[in-house]
């Protein structure tokens, strides 16, 4: 009786072959070579696959962990030598800012004023004291503001009281300077025919020293002077411009 062979799948795709069948019929793999050699490869392979992840894997966190313990300690020692600068630093600063200010009272109590200012200015910028640096920088620039009017120093004067302005706005004292000095220099330029620059010194003393009528008068006098003086030069276009621009100014003082 004839032995019949049961089919028998294929080792690759399993699809079933006849017996003893060299390729598969459907993925074409010669079966024997396969079934001897597949298992022997992929035992190979895999102990290899196990044995370079493991090692690269170790090798790569060792590089990993030095590199970190590295920079860890980079920060650390940066993080002092910061600290360090910052405390040396802000002594020094300390230090520079008490000098300056001592400096700028030794100058004052000697009359000292510009003196006094540039130091006390130094001290204040470094921030020392503000509340005893700046009433003391204030002194000093209100007395220089006195000794540049006394000289005739009126732009000066003026700068001076603007400053003290600027660190102490309810300083009554430096606002009495202010308009004292604006005041006097706005005559000044009246004098010497600088008509325009006396116009646009009175509008802006007009807005800071807002109780003091003299300026509306003074304004008056000098739209009247510059009218009278570019009629006699034979001005005529520009003494009719200098008329409208008094008119508006002034409307309430010109008949219609």
């Not at 294929?10 to 003893?20: D, I, M, V």
């Not at 860890?72 to 200010?101: D, E, M, P, T, W």
């Not at 325009?196 to 300026?215: A, H, N, V, W, Y």
Request: proline share 3%; net charge neutral.
């Amino acid at each position: 009786m004839e032995k019949h062979n049961s089919p028998e799948g294929c080792p690759n795709c399993g699809t079933l072959n006849q017996s003893g069948a060299f390729l598969c019929v459907s993925c074409g793999v010669d079966i024997k070579n396969y079934r001897e050699h597949y298992p022997k490869v992929i035992d190979l392979v895999g102990e290899k696959i196990d044995e370079l992840p493991k090692s690269r894997k170790s090798s790569g966190l060792r590089r990993r962990f030095a590199g970190i313990v590295t920079l860890l300690s980079l920060v650390v020692v940066l993080s002092g030598l910061l600290i360090v600068f910052l405390v040396k630093n802000n002594h020094k600063n300390k230090q520079s800012a008490r000098y300056f200010f001592d400096e700028g009272l030794v100058a004052f109590t000697q009359a000292d004023y510009k003196q006094a200012k540039e130091n006390l200015s130094k001290a204040k910028v470094a921030g020392y004291e503000l509340k005893i640096t700046i009433p003391f920088l204030c002194l000093s620039l209100e007395n220089l503001s006195k000794e540049a009017f006394s000289e005739n120093r009126l732009q000066d004067s003026l700068n001076y009281a603007r400053e003290c302005l600027i660190l102490d706005p309810k300083k009554q004292s430096c606002s009495d300077r202010l308009c004292q000095a604006g005041y006097a220099l706005a005559v000044w330029q009246v004098v010497n025919h600088d008509y325009e620059g006396s116009i646009k010194l009175i509008d802006d003393m007009k807005s800071e020293c807002p109780e003091q009528d003299d300026f509306d008068e003074l304004l008056y006098g000098l739209y009247e002077q510059w009218y009278e003086r570019a009629k006699s030069n034979g001005q005529l276009i520009k003494a009719r411009r200098i008329y409208e621009e008094w008119k508006t100014r002034f409307p309430d003082l010109f008949e219609d």
